[in-house]
């Protein structure tokens, strides 16, 4: 309700109009994180750079970008100094296949892979999302995606100790380990659905991106044995990714996101400034921002991102501040963030009379 609002700009049963751009992004801001319930705990799947991976987040991200095909990559690794360390990939693509007017058809490709504890647990996933996006006006657009993707989880039986391998004196791998685990791996498709708008003016840096997302709409059985009747649990998000044009040379960003797979909850906010350094003829930019966020209950996370033409790097560190910190010594995660998109070169403003060949 609070977003069709700010949408369609109309007035407020309190009587209180949006007057400017600044105003529009403080409330969409405000309404982003009121929404978040105020309780947090881990994902399984998580990024720090979420906003690098937005299929992740929402396959209606598809195909918005300022460019023509877009190509990620993210590195995590998480907890290090405790003995099993956490590892965690993302690949994607996703480009703009189809223009007819006031509408966008685009496509997607993601490709995940998450290790973790000493039987080396795995979640990979590879998956194809699409997006349809309609513009509303010269600033907003609406778009609706949707995604298939086939998971397969695994565990390696070799890498853990049991009881039964003692000897007495020695432990010896080779002895049965007289346990019955069932399967040890196990493939499933997964459906999403998600919905995106966006609000870009033309001619300004200003640039805004909400929307919701659900995550294994079909609840596979993702179980490792037999007879368990064990289904992944859907998992929904909100997310926002807003910067305001300042002046010439500063933006104010604003990031949050909120996931939720039945108790288990993950909540992310912060803001930073975006400072350019250089703007070419082409419309490219170098820039370097500077945030700090917090996942509530978990971490604090101060992020770096260079930007320089079609390319970006972002570098995040998660700062422990649970109770497990104790054993991580307060160090969380270290993640990579690597952006390619090919931008449009803008149309010459003089033409040459005769032929060039």
Not at 7 to 34: C, D, E, H, Q, Y
Not at 124 to 148: C, M
Not at 273 to 300: C, M, P
Request: charge should be positive; include cysteine.
């Amino acid at each position: 309700m609070c977003l069709l609002v700010i949408l369609t700009n109309k007035r407020l049963p309190s009587g209180i109009r949006f007057k400017s751009i600044r105003m529009r992004f403080f409330v969409l801001v405000a309404f982003a994180l009121s929404i978040l319930p105020p309780a947090a705990t881990a994902q399984d799947l998580h990024y720090s750079q979420y906003y690098h991976n937005p299929m992740h987040l929402n396959p209606a991200s598809t195909g918005l970008f300022r460019g023509d095909m877009r190509a990620a990559a993210l590195y995590r690794t998480q907890w290090s100094t405790v003995p099993v360390s956490y590892q965690t990939f993302a690949g994607a693509f996703d480009w703009k296949a189809l223009r007819r007017k006031d509408n966008l058809v685009s496509a997607g490709f993601l490709l995940q892979h998450d290790q973790a504890g000493d039987a080396a647990l795995t979640w990979t996933q590879v998956g194809f999302t699409g997006s349809v996006a309609h513009a509303i006006g010269a600033t907003q657009a609406l778009s609706a995606g949707f995604g298939i993707a086939f998971a397969q989880r695994s565990f390696d039986i070799s890498r853990l100790k049991f009881k039964n391998q003692w000897g007495g004196d020695y432990f010896d791998p080779s002895l049965p380990s007289k346990e019955t685990f069932g399967n040890r791996s196990g493939l499933f498709p997964t459906f999403s659905a998600g919905l995106n708008w966006l609000y870009e003016p033309a001619d300004v840096r200003t640039r805004i991106l909400a929307g919701i997302g659900a995550f294994h709409l079909n609840r596979p059985l993702s179980g490792f044995a037999d007879d368990t009747d064990i289904r992944l649990p859907v998992r929904l998000t909100a997310h926002v990714n807003a910067a305001v044009q300042l002046n010439e040379w500063l933006d104010l960003v604003a990031i949050g996101v909120w996931q939720q797979m039945t108790t288990a909850r993950e909540i992310v906010a912060g803001a930073g400034l975006r400072r350019i350094l250089e703007t070419s003829t082409t419309g490219s930019v170098t820039a370097v921002q500077l945030t700090l966020s917090t996942r509530l209950g978990d971490a604090l996370i101060p992020a770096v991102q260079v930007e320089r033409g079609s390319w970006t790097l972002g570098i995040s560190y998660d700062w422990n501040t649970s109770e497990f910190s104790t054993a991580t010594n307060k160090h969380g995660g270290l993640e990579l963030a690597l952006v390619y998109r090919t931008l449009p070169v803008p149309p010459p403003k003089f033409f040459k009379a005769c032929p060039i060949f």
